[in-house]
């Protein structure tokens, strides 16, 4: 562990702006994306119960309030997971941050799989793009495009995932450490239910690589999310305590 990183324990209450984009459903039987994992992490990230399908999703999330600071975040989820006696549960596979402080504490408690990746936002008459790049590194490896549909976006209502109940439980194994000093490890499952509530708004995403892609298959998969998603402004984001298995 980084000792110039400071620790941040569960829970944590942050604040800021949600876009979610829906994924068709992965067949049980069908690959994972090339760049759903990071090299080091996809044999632990793969393991423990049965892909259960279902739909996946990408988030995009940038937080004005953190227990370490305002910070961006990128997130790949394939779909759900089944567990005997537990029920099914999403697991994130693909996660950057800007802040190592959320890297190592995300990885700490509660076993998310976060590395550190550099955002580059902007605005323009076409909508609001996000890039997303290695460190040290020019081309990136994400990009999209938000858009406000006319009329629809003008639309917003308060909501919250609370009233979808444990449907967006998220479990995730236990993690390597790699040799950046804020990519620890642990030996532990974590369970988490995450609850988001703000002002949701219909928006529409476009690919921004070339071709109209996404993800480049490599820090991040080549998938096609549904051309509308949502978007939840003065969010906040409740991560509580995980609840901690030894096994599965």
């Not at 892909?51 to 309030?65: C, D, H, K, M, R």
Request: net charge neutral.
């Amino acid at each position: 562990m980084a000792d110039d990183i400071p620790v941040a324990p569960a829970p944590w209450i942050l604040k800021g702006t949600s876009w979610t984009f829906i994924l068709s459903g992965l067949s049980t039987t069908t690959s994972f994306p090339a760049g759903f994992s990071a090299e080091f992490q996809t044999e632990a990230l793969v393991e423990g119960g049965q892909f259960a399908g279902g739909f996946g999703g990408i988030l995009l999330v940038s937080y004005s309030e953190s227990p370490v600071g305002p910070y961006d975040e990128l997130i790949y989820l394939p779909g759900k997971w089944k567990y005997a006696g537990k029920g099914e549960a999403f697991r994130i596979t693909r996660i950057y941050v800007s802040s190592k402080a959320s890297t190592m504490n995300g990885r700490r408690n509660w076993n998310i799989p976060k590395q550190v990746a550099n955002f580059q936002w902007s605005e323009s008459s076409s909508g609001k793009t996000v890039s997303v790049f290695h460190p040290g590194e020019t081309t990136p490896f994400f990009k999209a495009t938000i858009q406000s549909i006319p009329l629809v976006s003008a639309i917003s209502c308060p909501t919250s995932t609370g009233i979808l109940g444990k449907w967006c439980t998220v479990f995730q194994p236990p993690i390597p450490a790699s040799s950046a000093p804020e990519e620890v490890g642990t030996d532990k499952w974590a369970a988490l239910l995450p609850v988001l509530k703000g002002n949701a708004r219909i928006v529409k995403v476009v690919g921004a690589l070339e071709g109209g892609k996404f993800g480049d298959g490599k820090g991040f998969p080549d998938v096609m999310p549904w051309s509308t998603g949502m978007c939840l402004e003065n969010a906040t984001i409740d991560f509580g305590n995980p609840t901690i298995y030894d096994s599965v």
